[in-house]
């Protein structure tokens, strides 16, 4: 009895743990994306958080670490929808590349609309230092996914084509942030569709 409660209260620590932590996550982006990473304030984000500066910084260690921790929550769900989309294409029968990566790139497109106000803090708002090499990382490492999804060759032609797509979608991804309604948003991205169909239609080798 004595280890199964013992089990219980451990469950229960960790999910107040984790519970305080979300609130400080939520807290932040409000925080964030009102006034700007430079403009914001510990002292604020404690304050919608409900929380003292000794817990934040007991488990973020600070306004920076507050705000990688808010862009590596944004950007698993990012990562997470686009696969999402591409899983439920290969299970509707889909086996073409650039339909699969179509498919990943309208979940993420649409990830991006619902996270709308995350996604112009991290492409558009100030940032602390460093954090542009960590998005720029992470660029190159979203390339090389989509040159594995599209069955991408090692050749210039390729690498480039790679690129370019995986930018196009990036600044879809910025302007479908900007629109003013979830309409104006679908429109966006049934362009961004049309203009991956054409880039890869283009390509001598498609």
Known sequence: MVRKSAARSGAWEWNRTAQTRRGMLDAARAVFAERGFAEAGIADVVERAGCSVGSLYHHFGGKTELYLALWEDHHRASEEAAASGVAEARQAGVTDPVELFIAGARAYLRG????????????????????????RTRGREWVRQNAVLLGAEDT???????????????????????????????????????????????????
């Open 156 to 206: 210039p032609l390729d690498r480039l084509t790679t690129a370019v797509l995986t930018v196009a979608i990036a600044e879809a991804s910025r302007e479908v942030a900007v629109c003013e309604t979830e309409a104006e948003a679908d429109e966006l991205i049934d362009a961004s569709v049309a203009l991956i169909r054409r880039l890869t239609s283009a390509s001598p080798d498609a």
């Open 112 to 135: 991006s609309w619902q996270r709308r106000d995350l996604t112009r803090l991290f492409m558009d708002g100030d940032a602390p230092p460093g954090f542009e090499l960590v998005r």
